[in-house]
């Protein structure tokens, strides 16, 4: 999970206290899985007011420094206990050295035992919607009786529903400030063009998704390339030099964003040096990335894709973000084009009027010009220097009339409305 707020965890702390002073157990240890570092992380730590607990702790820090018993954080997979509990989902009864085995040095349970009593633990599973994303584990005495696992076993529930819904929130309200913020972007397609547009986007996604980078592919008109339009990177991003934008057009079906606007599909992958679709073979750091489609009614128009660098993840949140981001990119990209192709034919359509225009104002004297012209060599000298006074004032207007072409087509040139 991600972006637990402080009211929810104090929800869970609560939840957890109950359980604990419920079942006597001396002490509470709550722990939720964070996806980004694909680690169970201590949430909270209620425990009873016993002067011996404390001092407990106290001793394990003096002897072990750097290791925190109620600051702690471990792979899922650690040892047997946690692994049955939180990948099998089943609630666990182990000795405090089987619990903690790989987690704490062995003396840290001779002195739990030894000054606060406790011998097992109870791992618990917190679950929501069927998949595990914590655990609860009591610190207890002696094995639990069926009515005492049974309470630690409702505490367990009633966190993962707490949780359930903190996160149900919180992906709502990112899918909202993602809709606000593309919409927001897609109206620069009225003042900034296609291009502002584009870097716009990328940026709002790449800060939304706090990404360090974050691209735009689009394809060709007839839709059988793509290219690389548009790319915002994090100092990370721009530290670790992974940017794309020099990547040359490719056929739609090639690599990995070729694929996605070839299926229609979104890609998640946790490092894309194991995926046989990515065809940069230069990355030697890790790096996860979300490709998703840029979809329109009309078919898939380009791809919107996401990285984060080491070890950081993407959670399945991510994905749903940032295909609502996708879609609305792709309905701002077409706005922003289509209003380009509207100006574009009123900037050609206001040239063609003030060519006519000037056709029109210069015709006549053009015409006066050549008549006069063609009886030249039969005009005595009098009549030919009126001729030629005709013809300067008939250049004059040429010249006049296109002067004014100029300046009617010099404000379409500049991006300013054609005037009427």
Known sequence: ??????????????????????????????????????????????????????????????NYPGLDPLDLSYRPTINPSVTAAFVGQRTQVNTMEEAFENIMPPPVSAIARGLVGVTHVVSVPVTAEGRAIG???????????????????????????????????????????ATRAIREVSRLGASAGLAATLDAVVTRVRDLTEADAAMVYLTDPGGETFSAVAESLSEAGVEADIGRMSTPTRRVGQGLVGWVIAAGEAAFVPDVRNDPRTRTTHTTAREATIAVPMRLSVGTVGCLR???????????????LAQTLA??????????????????????????????????????????????????????????????????????????????????????????????
């Open 1 to 62: 999970m991600r972006g637990i707020s402080e009211r929810v965890r104090g929800q869970c702390r609560l939840i957890a206290e109950h359980a604990r002073a419920v079942t006597g157990a001396p002490r509470a240890i709550l722990l939720l899985y964070d996806e980004t570092v694909r680690r169970l992380v201590t949430v909270a730590t209620p425990g009873s007011e016993i002067a011996l607990l404390q001092i407990a702790l106290d001793l394990v820090r003096r």
């Open 135 to 177: 655990l609860i584990r009591f610190l207890v005495a002696g094995p639990p009786s069926d009515s005492q696992q049974a309470l630690m076993e409702a505490a367990a529930n009633q966190i993962g529903l707490t949780l359930a819904n903190a996160e149900l929130a919180e992906q709502t309200r990112r899918q909202l400030d």
């Open 306 to 320: 996401i990285r984060v660098l080491g070890k950081q993840q993407f959670t399945e949140s991510d994905l749903w």
């Open 327 to 420: 879609d609305e990119a792709a309905r701002a990209v077409m706005y922003a084009r289509e209003l380009e192709r509207v100006q574009n034919e009123a900037q050609e359509a206001g040239a063609r009027c003030a060519t006519e225009r000037m056709l029109q104002e210069i015709g006549e004297p053009v015409r006066e010009l050549t008549r006069r012209t063609n009886a030249a060599e039969t005009l005595t000298d009098g009549e030919l220097r009126q001729t030629l006074r005709a013809a300067k004032s008939a250049a004059e207007q040429i010249d006049a009339a296109t002067r004014r072409l100029l300046d009617d087509l010099r404000p379409a040139e500049d991006g300013a409305a054609i005037p009427s």
